[in-house]
T-cell receptor
């Protein structure tokens, strides 16, 4: 299947822990993104990479560090997790057609206890 | 800054028509998107407008007026499966800025 995939789908962890979320796309897109959707369902951009280069960093705490080993992968590492980090994290990818239409992964539901 | 407004909730009957309005005030504009998001799922692309006018795609249509900073998504012949959140988003500076979403409930 051609798609954007994320692992894990669910993540439950304790405050202070470090965790990673992985994202892969096989759509041949050049640009990948991380979004955070909070409990009020508001979807907000965190990071964007184009061909492994960071192009957007939306004032995200530096506990969040994205890494793009190649243009098909964009991972997100979170240090010292806090309660407020609980949310759904979506990965997305796009290419320059129809104004950079973005295709979203299934999401990772993170719960920090 | 970006300000994108849409109603929080709308309810309609199966078979009816619903129009979801979106107004925006953004620092730039390179297109307006509508996404559908079912509960517990990922947003999926519905429509893209960059020029003024109406874009029709099956039961769904989207309209844009750039001078008024206004768009709407029109859902016709509503089906139960159309119950979802509909997200308006403006593309500018290589990123999408989303509104808070409109939850549409379709009743039998």
């Amino acid at each position: 299947d051609t798609a954007v995939s994320q692992t894990p789908k669910y993540l439950v962890t304790q405050m202070g822990n470090d965790k990673s979320i992985k994202c892969e796309q096989n759509l041949g897109h050049d640009t990948m993104y991380w979004y955070k959707q909070d409990s009020k369902k508001f979807l907000k951009i965190m990071f964007s990479y184009n061909n492994k280069e960071l192009i957007i960093n939306e004032t995200v705490p530096n506990r969040f560090s994205p890494k793009s080993p190649d243009k098909a992968h964009l991972n997100l590492h979170i240090n010292s997790l806090e309660l407020g980090d609980s949310a759904v994290y979506f990965c997305a990818s796009s290419r320059p057609e129809r104004g950079e239409t973005q295709y979203f992964g299934p999401g990772t539901r993170l719960l920090v206890l | 800054g970006q300000n994108i407004d849409q109603p929080t909730e709308m309810t309609a009957t199966e078979g009816a028509i619903v129009q979801i309005n979106c107004t925006y005030q953004t620092s730039g504009f390179n297109g307006l998107f509508w996404y559908q998001q079912h509960a517990g799922e990922a947003p999926t692309f519905l429509s893209y407008n960059v020029l003024d006018g109406l874009e029709e795609k099956g039961r769904f249509s989207s309209f844009l007026s750039r001078s008024k900073g206004y768009s709407y998504l029109l859902l016709k012949e509503l089906q139960m499966k159309d119950s979802a959140s509909y997200l308006c988003a403006v593309y500018n500076d290589y990123k999408l800025s989303f509104g808070a979403g409109t939850t549409v409930t379709v009743r039998a």
